[in-house]
């Protein structure tokens, strides 16, 4: 097994990503500052937040998700499980979705 196999890679980018959300601002970061703090494509970081809010679960910890909200109403994505910013606001239909953001408690 090689140390550049994915399972290594997704380690450390989960172990990076930690590192940024623990440093994270009251406001959290969304998927977009992570990716770029992190140095992975946009659409992978949710995945990746999936299995660190599992470890961090484990560990005592928490991935505190402050939810999307839209620009256009002000509708509070609250129930929403999954990690990605929404397509369009269930209310009004717009579009335009200020995306989740996230943190890490312990
Ligand atoms: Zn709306």
Do not use: N, W, Y
Not at 30 to 55: F, M, N, Q, W, Y
Not at 69 to 82: H, N, P, T, V, W
């Amino acid at each position: 097994m090689s140390e550049q196999g994915p399972q290594a890679r997704g380690t450390t980018v989960r172990a990076a990503l930690e590192a940024a959300l623990a440093a994270a601002p009251e406001q959290g970061l969304t998927a977009r500052e992570l990716s770029a703090a992190v140095g992975i494509p946009e659409k992978d970081v949710a995945e990746h937040l999936v299995h660190l809010e599992k470890s961090l679960k484990a560990a005592g910890g928490r991935l505190v998700v402050l939810p999307a909200e839209c620009l256009a109403c002000g509708f509070i994505f609250r129930d929403r499980k999954r990690l990605t910013r929404p397509g369009a606001c269930p209310e009004c239909r717009a579009t335009r979705i200020e995306p989740p953001a996230f943190r890490v408690e312990r």
